[in-house]
């Protein structure tokens, strides 16, 4: 154990202490299971040269125990290995290893065998506990080594993930538990201060929505967190540096493009606020290769990231590097928290109301607009002693200008219209745009004015000890030295492309340069490059031992192969019989019944499934309700296609046979949902299939009353399990929620309706804001007659979280909001027989926590009564092992044709097309390879070398899909298709690169 904890890492101030020395911490989250491992370095080492100090990752409990009891650390998993690599690269580390991460995975990160157990996640139920704590006993010694405190690098961890249920002794005990383990660094909740009383750092996630009118809201947020916990480091667990994707989305995010001067701005805003810390969610793009996804996501993580997914630096990389110099060239100002002003109280004249000015302490001056129009204007301040000085700001764009600053003994920064970029004791750089005029102005304090020389274009003028400086940037670089201090003045390209070495002393190595990237080795005598082919490139290297410059001409390597070249895949063999002499042989069948999912089934590893069984018809028409399949399906009735669908379809059978007949569904199951807290969504048949249908009535009167506000929920919960009260009708009446009981009151209750075009009209007198709770009831009469029919109640939307109770019995509690990322508009069904009181009437009540759309249902739910219910034998039949055996060729029969104007034997038949192809892993050069798929209609599995790589959605973003280096093979390699082609369109699949850069080293002299 430490003896001198806070000596090694503190929180307790306004700043994080590290070695006892106060430190800005810029973070940026690398998932190591979103990275294929042979990037690991690679990544790590693109973050640190962005001059980010710190790298996150979670730590998915659900992909290293897959298998119960059988733990897997290797390979993509190995995460001591790649902790161990940032510590090589000097970085340092925070951990996630937890229950549930989210991260858009599949469950959460939680294992697909636990959905089997009806165990009931995020919350104190012991089953829960015990299997969570078997996961903790192992992953937390695996990483105890790793903190700071015992000569590691890792300065947070992280338990748990945005839990805001307000279930504090769950989380408590989680800390209690990793502490025993020997957990010593702090410990860090990502759900703002709720939890900050008990002496754990309170983190939040931060994820503003663009746009010009949130610029002040930024602003201010930090500034009122920094007013309300001064004692406290503001962190940002999770800072928004882009946004994710769902499958079916057209667009490149679910919000858009996000600009990449908002993003940059955010940065700037942040820490002239107040924030101590942040950490880039995603900093670098990942992949989630084959099912690991959460339901209705893409392979791809994180879109425009600043390193995306492929490894490619976007313009996001650079303007993040850009003010990181900026940051870090003023930590001592910013982390002795010097008085922060905003607005008015900062006396700058001249400043349109458009743009928001903020000021710390006094030194260092940000305008930021917040307007969709460019600003120009010209403003000044005596109280901050500027001259007037002209500034030009892009709609979102934030600048930080220096005032009074201390370059090097004797010499003093006053101000510069330009920017700034990077300063040390030897060296500083400015930048503007090219044809810009700028001026600085320096004071010398020493009696001797000093020696200057200059680049030839640079003008300069002394009055008294006061020199200004003028100059007009342009495409080369220009320089300034006074005595032996030297002031560079570059253009805003060649600053966003500058590369900074180690820190040395206070002072780094300085390459100016147009390189896509650069890196500086540790001795400082060889720079590695990444470059385009070919290409001439004017360098300016400054020396941090005597800030010497050298100016070099370098020229890139040519780099030309033909297998580098986009290429279309003519060539296939293509197999359409494999899946029926896989599900005629029953090698993986399993006796079940329908209705019963896979995970019961005993398989969790979501992908296509087979329900093989039969029915007896009359040989009349029937209507047939698929009441609920996870996710989409192929219904095939006597071996002939009928229909296919996404989770919910009626659906009518015109020709069945009088007698037996076969029925067949062919599933896909996406993945699990991201957070399955509730009662879960699993994969495949929810509820068995039903036929004819003999009554419908819609429930359109409703009442509502409200439960409790959320200022009763947070102090009724406030050590209690929110979640569980939603489980458990027991544990809820402990607490006082008696629903049962709530339902047969008359007092309080508002009666409303819905309207002619379904919308709730929302009564006046009830709160809708916050996150309380309402109650929801409805009654309807079942006829005597239906006595011995199925009776389906339909809830097409309801609010957020809801627990469904038919006649004071509770039925379920849901987490609708999981629909929101795929089945929008699409009813849930439950089958209420069982608890129906024929002859009589009978209530529904729904337990509503109220979320952004108000509370309670949104939508008339309904009453269906079906003749029958379709829930007889039947064989489960996971295709997973057959698609495996039928790419290996132990299975079915191919023939050569086109994927073009190709035609299936069968409609709705699960095709298998492969190609080959070659690949050369050349080593002098990056070359990230995809496959692109564009004409393909319909869900697609991707196989490289019998590896699942991704899944594409028709209609979705998604369409290139990154092939990490270790599913390649040098030479010969495989693709393999799975899925529903047709003619048209004509499908057209292409193999290419991202891009190309050459790889080479800059000897010095």
């Given amino acids: 154990m430490t003896t001198n904890l806070e000596g090694v890492i503190s929180c307790k101030d306004s700043y994080f202490k590290i070695n006892g020395k106060s430190r800005l911490v810029i973070s940026g989250e690398l998932s190591y299971f979103k990275t294929d491992p042979i990037e690991w370095e690679d990544r790590i080492r693109k973050l640190k040269a962005n001059l980010l100090n710190c790298i996150s990752t979670y730590v998915p409990w659900g992909l290293h125990e897959r298998e119960k009891e059988e733990f897997d650390f290797s390979g993509r998993l190995d995460i001591a290995g790649f902790v161990e690599l940032t510590k090589q690269n000097e970085v340092l580390g925070i ?205 791809g993580y994180y879109n425009e990231a600043a390193i995306e997914e492929w490894g490619e630096l976007g313009e996001l990389y650079y303007r993040y590097k850009t ?25 700058v004249d001249g400043v349109p109301p458009e743009v928001l000015v903020n000021l710390r302490g006094m030194q260092l001056l940000s305008f930021s607009n917040a307007s969709d129009e460019t600003q120009a204007f010209t403003w000044e301040s005596a109280m901050l002693g500027v001259v007037p000085t002209r500034t030009v700001l892009l709609p979102m764009e934030t600048k930080i ?59 300069t003028a002394w009055c008294d000890k006061e020199l200004s400086v003028t100059f007009t940037h342009q495409p080369e670089d220009q320089w300034l030295s006074l005595d032996t201090y030297r002031i560079m003045i570059i253009s805003r390209e060649r600053a966003m492309r500058t590369w900074f070495g180690p820190e040395v002393g206070g002072k780094r190595d300085l390459l100016i340069s147009d390189l896509y990237y650069a890196e500086w080795f540790e001795d400082a005598d060889q720079i590695r490059v990444e470059a385009e082919p070919g290409v001439s490139h004017e360098l300016t290297v400054i020396r941090r031992s005597d800030a010497s410059m050298q100016q070099i001409t370098y020229m890139a390597p040519q780099h030309s192969s033909p297998d580098l070249q986009e290429t279309e895949m003519m060539k296939w063999d293509i197999c359409q019989d494999w899946e029926a002499q896989f599900v005629s042989s029953n090698a993986a069948a399993k006796r079940t019944k329908l209705g019963i999912p896979y995970e019961i089934n005993g398989h969790n590893d979501c992908g296509y499934a087979v329900y093989a069984s039969e029915w007896i018809s009359d040989g009349e028409v029937q209507q047939l309700l698929i009441p609920e399949l996870n996710d989409y399906f192929d219904l095939f009735i006597n ?35 991201k957070d399955m807290a509730l009662d879960p969504a699993l994969s495949g048949m929810m509820l068995p299939l039903y036929v004819d249908a003999l009554h419908y009535e819609e429930l359109v009167s409703w009442e509502q009353k409200m439960l409790f506000a959320k200022e009763q929920k947070v102090k009724m919960f406030e050590e209690r399990d929110q979640l569980l009260s939603f489980h458990d009708d027991g544990y809820a009446q402990e607490i006082g929620i008696d629903i049962a009981a709530l339902g047969k009151e008359t007092d309080n209750w508002l009666p409303f309706e819905f309207g002619s075009e379904g919308m709730l009209i929302k009564d006046a007198n009830i709160d809708y804001t916050g996150s309380g709770e309402v109650l929801n009831r409805t009654q309807f009469y079942a006829d005597a007659k239906y006595a011995g029919n199925r009776v389906l109640l339909e809830i097409r939307d309801a609010d957020l979280i809801y627990a469904l109770y038919v006649n004071g019995r509770r039925i379920a ?64 039949i996971p295709l997973a092992s057959g698609i495996q055996a039928a790419i290996e060729g132990e ?22 097309a492969k190609s080959p192809f070659t690949y050369s892993d050349w080593t002098d050069a990056v070359h990230p390879m995809y496959i692109e798929l564009e004409g393909v209609h319909d869900f697609t599995l991707i196989y490289v070398n019998g590896e699942l790589i991704g899944k594409y959605y028709p209609g979705g973003y998604q369409r290139r899909f990154y092939v990490w280096r270790s599913w390649l093979k040098e030479g010969d390699n495989e693709l393999a298709l799975v899925g529903k082609f047709t003619t048209s369109p004509l499908p057209c699949i292409t193999i290419g690169r991202y891009h190309v850069k050459v790889k080479d080293h800059i000897q010095l002299s």
């Fill in 639 to 673: 071996h002939e296609w009928v229909a296919s669908g996404k989770r919910t379809m009626k659906v009518q059978l015109n020709n069945p046979v009088k007698g037996k007949n076969h029925l067949t569904l062919r599933c896909y199951s996406t993945g699990h949902d």
């Fill in 401 to 459: 200008y220096p005032l009074h600053v201390h370059l090097h003994e004797g010499l003093k920064w006053i101000h510069s219209t330009a920017e700034f970029l990077y300063r040390d004791s030897s060296v500083c750089i400015v930048f503007g745009e090219i044809g810009r005029e700028n001026e600085l102005k320096l004071m010398w304090n020493s009696e001797q004015l000093p020696h200057a020389a200059d680049s030839g274009a640079v003008r």
């Fill in 813 to 876: 509690a849901i987490w609708q909001g999981w629909s929101n990322w795929g089945f929008e508009n699409s009813p849930k069904y439950w089958d209420i027989t069982p608890w129906i009181q024929f002859g009589e009437r009978n209530q529904i009540l729904l337990r509503c926590l109220m979320g952004p759309r108000g509370g309670g249902v949104l939508q008339p739910a309904s009453i269906s009564y079906y003749k029958a219910a379709i829930e007889g034998e039947a064989s489960f």
């Fill in 95 to 299: 951990l996630k290893p937890s229950g549930y991460v989210c991260d858009e995975i599949s469950g959460g990160g939680f294992p697909s065998w636990i959905w089997a157990e009806g165990i009931r996640t995020r919350t104190g139920d012991p089953e829960f506990l015990r299997y969570l704590h078997r996961w903790l006993d192992t992953i937390t010694p695996l990483l105890k080594g790793t903190q700071i405190t015992e000569g590691g690098n890792v300065i947070l961890w992280q338990v748990e993930n945005e839990f805001g249920f307000g279930n504090k002794p769950y989380l408590f005990q989680l800390v209690h538990k990793v502490k025993e383990l020997g957990i010593e660094v702090p410990i860090v909740l990502n759900n703002g201060d709720y939890y900050a009383e008990e002496g754990l750092l309170g983190a939040v996630d931060y994820y503003p929505t663009p746009g010009p009118d949130q610029i002040r809201e930024v602003s201010a947020y930090f500034q009122n967190y920094r007013e309300t916990h001064p004692d406290k480091p503001i962190f940002s667990q999770e800072f928004e540096a882009g946004w994710l994707n769902t499958a079916t989305s057209s667009d490149v995010t679910t919000m858009g493009h996000l600009p990449r001067v908002w993003l940059e701005s955010l940065t700037k805003l942040a820490f002239i606020n107040g924030c101590a810390g942040l950490n880039y969610f995603m900093f670098a793009g990942g992949t989630d290769p084959g099912m690991q996804p959460a339901k209705f996501f893409p392979n």
């Fill in 891 to 912: 299975l079915g029969t191919y023939e050569q044709e086109s994927l073009k104007g190709f035609a299936t034997k069968q409609e709705g038949s699960l095709v298998i």
């Fill in 323 to 347: 003010t990181h110099a900026q940051l870090l060239s003023f930590e001592s100002l910013l982390v002795d928290e010097p008085e922060i002003m905003t607005g008015t109280e900062v006396k």
